[in-house]
């Protein structure tokens, strides 16, 4: 995967409408020691660079996804049946017996995902990966791998996430310890109530983990309505008491979009600087985007699982998650699917905390072009993505691995 | 479009696994007169066919688009600003406005999506066009164009619309009926409550229209809840009082998603064997898809408008639309996506009327060939139509029209 770095300058492409000094204009960017050393319209070559004529495309930032499961793909191997029950156990049970006894490779697996993202354009993500008492900490092995393998220009970041439960599995929490201590980011916790049945055990042993190995916290919350304020209220207490403003995660939180009055709520996990992951399900209740960004909470997007025991649904685009957003969100307007974009670029690199990320000199060099008038257009019609820069390396051509790659 | 209707055999093309006598097995199919002469494991040639070998593709019947608006899209067309206010009102006044001073042709517009459905794999479509006090019958002359130069392989259903009002926009009543006289098949409503005023007398002003002009209704009923629920059962009390059973669709009954307690009303939509129409919007409330069809509701699914003043979203790919469905009703298991195909297959056949239907001997030879391993695959990856045959024709391989259309 790894292509030399070498300077590139990349002309004649037009910047999105808002957000750029230069929005609207067609402008070139010059790439030097993979960062974005200008960008605008009379921009110079580096000496030695290599010139890429971007053709009249339209300019994005590389896009963020927020939230996946590389882990547990299927992505390149053969068609999973899917007869699973409609619980959310049976789906956990499901999964880890599935796992168990196929042969599913979670290093060939994410690899194989991780790379069809970069074709897609995807320069920075966040995975959770399945940490349990079966499979200990074979899959992280796996996914670190590919994060090794990919490091040069996918900008990775892992959470340790106990799927089977953490109190319900004794034992998780020893292993949760020790993935944080292999390499792992980010602490992942899930459903403290209605998975764990203790939502105080639940997140006091979580946040204990969380400031032993001085770990960011990302919580999957699916618990509905009332028990899932009850228990983020929880979580809300604990993030204040232990000084994590700004380092804690709440993803699909579902209960926000069912709650008749959830503005105090709302209130708070803005002022705890608390973020917010949605896939924008169509069919569960989700976050009030408008709302929370009014109030300043950073709330970002992710695919959720792709191609999974779990699901069939989804492919490695975050274009075309942009369109699920502005979809379950009603999103028509030009201006809306900018926010819908924003989900998965701007806020997704803030809610993560992904550095140097953006269209402006200093920055990572993460550039995607696509054939599109608007960025609107771009959402809705998610081209094939014409050209990726990761990390100032042309990683992909035309929707396909760029061959040095 | 038109190309030579002669003998056809495609080969070496495997069906789904249900439905079919063969079903899962690797089969022939003879095509004579543009109807499905065999399909099977053993099928001759027809005299003078040409041969198609299908190279191991999946067999899908030709797909069937149940509400669509082509007269509005401006698919082709430079994008389309959208900075449209929020309420049903502001968008339905910003498209007249639109259309009266923007020179876009309905004829143009409907042919151009006409085609890119037909190389997507759609055979059969039902469209609503617009009939108001400002255009006239202009927009139905553009789309009767359109169903004139495709006839003879897109079989296209219209619905005269109301888009503008009925009895709040006086003189529309006659233009209806003018609309049913000059070849519109089907007669449309709108929001009898919400947007007329006066269910009663909007309701009892259609009935009379289609008894006068012996044509069936669509009505697109987006009232919510209550409300909706309360316009409903009069039009049921119609259907039922004028013999009309059968010969009615519900377009999008979002009340049927939002009542506490559905199942008397359902089963009055099954007894008057009124049919369900939805396009599974990620947003709104939807009728229950499993309880509909379990009470024997014919229940399927539409692209409604594409790239037009009102959305900015859809593709004119119904197995996208077919995806939408599943992410919707959250169907995930292979057995449930094959329910999601039947919303834009069978089902929207039955719901729209359309005869001889299906991947059975004396069907339409409406024919569509994809790489994929199983249905289920095929809705989630929605890949490209390798082969798309349209009433004996061969129209389109690998997602273009074919040079003979």
Redesign the interface.
């Given at each position: 995967m790894t292509s030399a770095n070498s300077p590139l300058l990349l002309s004649n492409v037009r910047l999105p409408d808002d957000r750029h000094e230069h929005g609207g204009e067609t402008v070139s960017v010059s790439v030097v020691g993979g960062r974005i050393e200008a960008i605008g319209p009379n921009v110079a070559p580096p000496p030695d660079a290599l010139v890429e004529d971007g053709g009249g495309a339209l300019l994005l930032p590389g896009f963020v996804e927020g939230h996946t499961h590389l882990d547990k793909t299927h992505w390149g191997r053969?068609?999973y049946?899917?007869?699973?029950g409609p619980n959310l156990t049976d789906r956990i049970a499901n999964e880890r017996e599935f796992r168990k006894s196929s042969g599913h490779d979670a290093g060939v697996q994410s690899l194989a995902l991780s790379r069809a993202f970069l074709a897609a354009g995807t320069t920075r993500l966040r995975t959770h990966v399945d940490i349990d008492t079966d499979a200990g900490l074979r899959y992280l092995e796996g996914v670190l791998g590919t994060r090794d393998t990919l490091a040069d220009v996918l900008d990775m970041q892992i959470v340790a996430f106990p799927q089977s439960g953490l109190l319900i599995r004794p034992g998780t929490d020893e292993l949760l310890g020790n993935a944080l201590a292999a390499g792992a980011d980010v602490l992942g916790a899930l459903d403290p109530s209605l998975i764990d049945g203790d939502p105080v055990g639940s997140l006091n042993a979580t946040f204990a983990l969380a400031e032993r190995y001085g770990k960011p916290i990302d919580i999957h919350l699916h618990e509905p309505g009332e028990i899932g304020a009850f228990t983020l209220k929880l979580l809300l207490d604990r993030v204040e008491a232990m000084g994590m403003q700004g380092r804690v995660v709440v993803s699909h939180a579902f209960c926000l979009g069912a709650l008749p009055e959830p503005t105090a709520l709302l209130e708070r996990v803005a002022r705890l600087r608390v973020a917010l992951l949605t896939s924008?399900?169509?069919?569960r209740t989700v976050p009030p985007l408008k709302r929370c960004r009014e109030l300043g909470i950073t709330i970002f997007g992710g695919n959720d699982g792709i191609?999974d025991t779990?699901?069939?649904?989804?492919?490695p685009d975050m274009l075309e998650r942009a369109?699920?957003i502005?979809?379950?969100?009603?999103l028509?307007?030009?201006?809306d699917?900018a926010v819908a974009f924003d989900c998965v670029s701007h806020a997704a690199a803030q809610g993560c905390g992904f550095a140097d990320y953006g269209l402006h000199a200093g920055a990572r060099a993460d550039l995607v072009l696509v054939d599109a008038?608007?960025l609107?257009?771009a959402?809705?019609?998610r081209p094939v993505r014409k050209l990726v820069v990761a990390n100032g390396r042309i990683v992909a051509r035309n929707g396909a691995l760029a061959a040095a790659a």
């Open positions: 053969d068609w049946v899917n007869e699973v924008a399900p169509p069919s191609r779990w699901t069939p649904f989804g492919i369109m699920f502005g979809m379950r969100y009603d028509r307007r030009d201006d699917l008038p608007t609107a257009h959402v809705v019609a």
